[in-house]
């Protein structure tokens, strides 16, 4: 076993050297203060340091300060415009299990460059202050009460208050004979004293670490489906750890939260670097969480507080959406996600929707990204298999969370407006060939006129006798009455001439002759035509 005692010791931590920054306008008249030590006694922060030039007077001192994470340098107070070479800063409300960075310049009427001091953990460079005792005499023995070191709120000591030993020396006041009794608690009783005699004492407190295990670090929560697992560094084997919550709203009230802290289940006696346990422990807020190391006999120190917010680390759920086919294009509908008691999650931030699709046929993906939970796919091949998934984007960059994807839905484009383009190339093809169309079919109405229903012409000698004779004595013989001749053929060698005449009695004179039985519609015989002429010349006359 070995006994570490820190209450003796004052902490004296030293730049080695300056980080040089932007000095202000005119630094180079100041020189940057040098030789920084931190002491650091239970709750009691003091900062000293030397003047890097005694000769110039009237210059003051300040201090800034940088913790993990942070881009700017603060103020640290308690410690501004100091005209001494020693401040104390312990009214700032540190995290005593995380590094802090400090800073000083000095400042006349100009200030010089900063000096910058190597970062340090308060809780490792503490010292353990001397411990209050109160005593109570009685017969021939001495009752000692020891209260922990620091004060009945302090930070430091809050998670050790129970791990203190105590030694201690008494002696005679009229003897300068010691003795000292070693691991003490915080009552003891010394029997077997003088009576009436003074006796003096001193107690020292310390802390007992056996075999110093190192705390486990580099603490972080990520999510797995519906657990969070928690995960950290180790490098010692053959360990357990445990890992314990509290509110993270007790820290701002004053007082120990010893007793305070809980345990996670199922992260009690881990022998892994990790500890897995369900979402639904932890309702909606700010914790703290911290992981110890034990090997049976010796335990480290916590480990540093890290801020576990439920609502950053809770999982993000991949989107549950429906596709429907629409013309050359797929309408995507998105929905909340469920969980697996299939009731919908409700999110308190915007999300963003990256929406991948592609052929079934193909690999190449193409990808859109949509704020609305409607969202449409177009310019797709009409009656194809498209093949859709999608994962959700929290828009708030601190939370920088994206879900994983969801399961793939395909669905088959309909035909679209290839229909409606090919049916007006249709009618436009119809418009133009319908004067064609309709020329053909005039034509073959001829052409079927002319084979099956012939017009019926007058014989070529009615043709020349037409063309003999003026249309006006054909049709009119004088200005009061009106003459029509017809000719009617019997045969190839008659022709029977009727004179009709319009007179007031309507009297008709018809000449006939007819030498034979049968008919006929021409006449190739010379002299019957000159014998027809003759008489027609005859009656005309």
């Known amino acids: 076993m070995m006994v570490t005692l820190l209450g003796a010791t004052t902490l004296v931590l030293v730049a080695l050297a300056p980080w040089v920054l932007s000095a202000a306008a005119g630094g180079k008249n ?141 002696w005679k006041n009229s003897s300068s004979v010691e003795e000292r009794i070693e691991n003490i608690y915080s009552r003891h009783k010394i029997y077997k004293l003088s009576p009436e005699t003074t006796y003096c004492l001193k107690v020292k407190a310390a802390l007992l670490v056996e075999n110093e295990l190192p705390p486990p670090e580099n603490i972080e929560v990520i999510v797995q489906n519906q657990n969070y697992v928690l995960k950290w560094d180790y490098t010692y084997a053959n360990v357990t750890f445990q890992v314990q919550w509290l509110h993270a ?33 932890f309702q909606k807020g700010i914790y703290l969480l911290r992981v110890q190391a034990s090997d049976g006999n010796n335990t480290s120190f916590w480990s540093e507080e890290i801020k576990f917010d439920t609502e950053i680390q809770a999982s993000l759920l991949p989107p549950v959406f429906n596709v429907r086919s629409l013309s050359d294009s797929l309408r995507i509908s998105i929905g909340a996600p469920k969980r697996s008691e299939n009731k919908p999650v409700i999110q308190d931030y915007p999300l963003i929707y990256e929406i991948l699709f592609w052929e079934n046929t193909s690999k190449a993906e193409r990808k859109i990204i949509e704020k609305k939970t409607d969202a449409t796919i177009p310019n797709l091949k009409p009656l194809t298999v498209y093949c859709v998934k999608a994962r959700a984007h929290s828009m708030d960059e601190k939370l920088n969370k994206s879900s994983v994807f969801s399961h793939v839905v395909c669905e088959e484009t309909k035909s679209g407006n290839t229909s409606k383009i090919w049916l007006i190339i249709g009618i436009f093809t119809v418009l133009l060939a319908l004067p064609f169309v309709i020329y053909a079919v005039k034509v073959l109405l001829r052409c079927i006129n002319y084979v099956f229903f012939p017009s019926l012409k007058p014989s070529s000698n009615i043709d020349e006798y037409f063309s003999e004779q003026p249309l006006k004595n054909l049709l009119l013989l004088t200005s009061e009455e009106q003459i029509e001749k017809c000719f009617i053929i019997e045969n190839i060698s008659t022709i029977a001439t009727v004179e009709e005449t319009n007179q007031t009695d309507e009297d008709h004179t018809k000449y006939s002759s007819q030498t034979s039985q049968d008919s006929g519609n021409y006449s190739n015989e010379d002299e019957s035509e000159n014998k027809t002429s003759e008489e027609l010349q005859q009656d005309f006359i």
Request: aromatic share 10%; with cysteine; glycine share 4%.
């Open 30 to 170: 100041l020189k940057s203060p040098q030789k920084v030590e931190v002491d650091i006694i239970d709750d009691t922060f003091i900062l000293r340091w030397n003047r890097s030039d005694e000769s110039v007077g009237n210059v003051t001192f300040s201090f800034d300060y940088q913790k993990p994470g942070m881009d700017n340098w603060i103020k640290l107070p308690g410690c501004q415009n100091i005209t001494s070479t020693k401040c104390n800063f312990s009214s700032l409300k540190l995290n005593i299990y995380e590094e802090i960075k400090l800073r000083i310049r000095a400042e006349k009427e100009n200030t010089s460059s900063w000096y910058e001091v190597d970062s340090f953990t308060p809780f490792r460079k503490a010292q353990i202050g001397p411990p209050e005792v109160h005593l109570e005499a009685e017969d021939k023995a001495i009752v000692i009460h020891i209260s922990p070191p620091g004060t009945k709120d302090s930070v430091m000591w809050a998670l050790d208050g129970l791990s203190f030993t105590y030694s201690l020396v008494i």
């Open 249 to 281: 709203f007790l820290k701002r009230n004053p007082g120990n939260h010893l007793y305070k802290w809980k345990q996670i289940p199922d992260c009690e006696n881990v022998k892994t670097t990790q500890c897995v346990f369900p979402q639904n422990i």
